[in-house]
């Protein structure tokens, strides 16, 4: 599967940004999605993720409350609305496509494909 991230950019803090993955290739209600971001100096860390049919999901604590994350099937496309955004949210974000269990999906290392990554940078 491929995967395409965009909507990043520059946003005050308190803003809101919402970033879109759009999935082409193998049957996309076959993987758990991802996000994850990485800042500069930092290893990548995991944002939120969606089960793959979206009934299910998870958020890492510094953005439960702030981020959504959902997915529109028709569109085989996953979005993370991300509001009252912070400068300690500023990183490259990723999403990522993962055929292991739900159980494992919070690790980086059981994602397959990647997105490029959009900059997200929140000013203060």
Same mark, same amino acid.
């Given at each position: =599967?491929?995967?395409?991230?965009? #909507?990043? #950019?520059?946003?005050?803090?308190?803003?809101?940004?919402?970033?879109?993955?759009?999935?082409?290739?193998?049957?996309?209600?076959?993987?758990? *999605? #991802?996000?994850? +971001?990485?800042?500069?100096?930092?290893? $990548?860390?995991? =944002?939120?993720?969606?089960?793959? !049919?979206?009934?299910?999901? &998870?958020?890492?604590?510094?953005?439960? #409350? $702030?981020?959504?994350?959902?997915?529109? !099937?028709?569109?085989?496309? &996953? @979005?993370?609305? *991300?509001?009252?955004?912070?400068?300690?949210?500023?990183?490259? @974000?990723?999403?990522?496509?993962?055929?292991?269990? %739900?159980?494992?999906? +919070?690790?980086?290392?059981?994602?397959?494909? %990647?997105?490029?990554?959009?900059?997200?940078?929140?000013?203060?």
């Amino acid at each position: =599967v491929q995967l395409q991230a965009s #909507g990043g #950019g520059l946003v005050q803090a308190g803003g809101s940004l919402k970033l879109s993955c759009e999935a082409s290739g193998r049957t996309y209600n076959n993987y758990v *999605m #991802g996000w994850f +971001r990485q800042a500069p100096g930092k290893e $990548r860390e995991f =944002v939120a993720r969606s089960s793959r !049919n979206g009934g299910t999901k &998870d958020y890492t604590d510094s953005v439960k #409350g $702030r981020f959504t994350i959902s997915k529109d !099937n028709a569109k085989n496309t &996953d @979005y993370l609305q *991300m509001n009252n955004l912070k400068p300690e949210d500023t990183a490259v @974000y990723y999403c990522a496509a993962s055929s292991f269990v %739900w159980s494992a999906t +919070r690790d980086a290392s059981y994602y397959r494909y %990647w997105g490029q990554g959009t900059q997200v940078t929140v000013s203060s």
